[in-house]
């Protein structure tokens, strides 16, 4: 493929184009910014949607099985560990798991509109995009073009929220 040449439109929904828009925010990198992958998945209301194509894409009879393992694997640990070490250890992990919660809830809270904002103008954009294609004002190419350049536009709009 030639460098002026584009792939076809690998979304040409808006939902396909957040889904697709929150897996490559994750793939850059989600640990250093959890508050906002959190944000952005809870106000892009993809939480279920994205779970579903977890399990039902690719591998994923493969995840539910390691995830059962590693379920199996849990309980056979705690087994082994039990009594005052025990209970220290799910002491410590639950005082460790509230104290991320809330010291990241305020974060969280605080991001969610401004990322509702941002996802709202960008699905304007998106919509103004694709009516023009519809209405033959631009070729496919044009369109996937400039879908490609809102998308890493939304993407570093992403990191400045």
């Not at 393992?69 to 509230?98: I, Y």
């Not at 954009?125 to 890493?152: C, P, S, T, W």
Request: charged content about 25%.
């Amino acid at each position: 493929m030639a460098d002026t040449e584009f792939p076809a439109a690998g979304f040409d929904t808006f939902d396909e184009f957040v889904k697709s828009s929150i897996k490559e925010y994750y793939d850059r990198g989600w640990s250093t910014r959890k508050g906002n992958f959190i944000a952005l998945v809870i106000a892009s209301g993809q939480v279920m949607s994205m779970a579903k194509d977890q399990v039902t894409g690719e591998g994923g009879l493969r995840k539910m099985a390691m995830g059962a393992v590693g379920v199996v694997a849990l309980r056979v640990g705690l087994r082994l560990v039990s009594g005052p070490l025990g209970m220290l250890l799910t002491a410590a992990s639950l005082a460790s798991l509230g104290a991320f919660l809330a010291r990241n809830q305020k974060e969280v809270s605080a991001k969610v509109p401004r990322y509702r904002e941002l996802i709202s103008t960008t699905r304007e954009k998106f919509e103004e995009i694709q009516a023009g294609y519809r209405a033959g004002r631009y070729d496919a190419r044009e369109r996937n073009l400039m879908v490609d350049g809102l998308h890493k536009r939304f993407l570093g709009d992403c990191d400045e929220v």
